[in-house]
């Protein structure tokens, strides 16, 4: 098989950067080595900035998004049993966040692929790239039992963090830089409508948690926990009666509660690998790059390193300039880097660390009432929390 651009990974960030090219002419396969069923059970994070939602509808998938999803114009830091809300749209000039879930961003990417005929190979087994560092790479994997190959000018490795594509580059090629958290986030999904029509991060002596939700009717919560906790340690009761002491009185009262939908713990980590890009091999998302998930950047990342490849590899089909396809490393992580320092902070600011002293502990709460109190504060956090410009 030949096509132009073979993409690994049928996420948001391959399903869109195949989306993108596709409507300018370019031929592009999709391989993942998950079912689709599977991809699409993925419960994950959707609070998405302008940029973003700017991307999807560029890519002609922002009709439903338009309908359904939830626009918020600020959100709540809460400590010591106050709320403090930061008024994003006030404080940045008009911009929002929009709360649309991963799961519905890709199930109407795939719609999108299916309705242009796209080519996306599900359970695709044994994904591997070959000869990138050439002029002409290719792409092996086996389906139904027989080994296919797909040579092409470009390989995008959209394939996540465990993927393939990071990992067929030369260690000597990569540097890494990683953080790996004391604590994680368990997580509870419920049929419940939220206990606020804006998101709450909440700082409390006993760990940080989180008021979300995806819908006017489905809430999505979190706790701090230990690194090594166990989902089946928690029912639903003591999740609730645990989220409720977190939160301050008020907000606690007026919550409901009723049956998980579903329950998972996730680690905490930063981590990105310099470059990214190897010749004809591009890393995309999360096979580039993790943030933990208080300042809502791991998918926006994604889509900000897809607004880059797909702008590089239009300007090489139109024209033959190699010039994005050159610089395309250095913008994505110029501003990467930037959101890595973000997340840090916001994860400073929120959390509880086991080595923390009760210094540590008040300098956290003094920076959480300077930002809820200067309005130059509270601007650096609203700008970046509904994310900086892709230039």
Known sequence: MRTQVAVIGAGPSGLLLSQLL???????????????????????????????????????????????????????LAFLGRRHRIDLKGLTG??????????????????????????????AEEVT????????????????????EIRCDFIAGCDGYH???????????????????????LGLLSETPPVSEELIYNNHERGFALCSMRSKTRSRYYLQCEIDEKVENWEDERFWDELRARLPEATADSLQTGPSIEKSIAPLRSFVAEPMRFDRLFLAGDAAHIVPPTGAKGLNLAASDIHFLSRALIAFYETGSTVLLDSYSGD??????????????????????PESSRYDNRIQLAELDYVTTSKAAAEVLAENYVGLPYE
């Open 94 to 123: 008009g911009k929002v966040v929009t709360v649309y879930g991963q799961t519905e961003v890709t199930k109407d990417l795939m719609d999108a692929r299916d309705a242009l005929g796209g080519k996306l190979v599900f359970e």
């Open 332 to 353: 994505c992580l110029r501003r990467i880097w930037k959101a890595q320092r973000f997340s840090w902070w916001m994860t400073s600011m929120l959390h509880r660390f």
């Open 129 to 148: 790239p070959f000869d990138f560092d050439a002029d002409k790479p290719r792409v092996t994997y086996r389906k139904d039992g027989m080994v296919h």
């Open 163 to 185: 993927g393939i594509s990071r990992q067929s580059v030369p260690p000597e090629a990569l540097t890494t830089y990683e953080r790996i958290y004391p604590f994680g986030w």
């Open 22 to 76: 596709h409507l300018q002419g370019i031929e592009t396969v999709v391989l993942e080595r998950r079912s689709q069923s599977h991809v699409l059970g993925r419960i994950r994070a959707g609070v998405l900035e302008q940029g973003m939602v700017d991307l999807l509808r560029h890519a002609g998938v922002g009709e439903r998004l338009r309908r359904e999803a939830l626009i918020h114009e600020g959100i709540d």
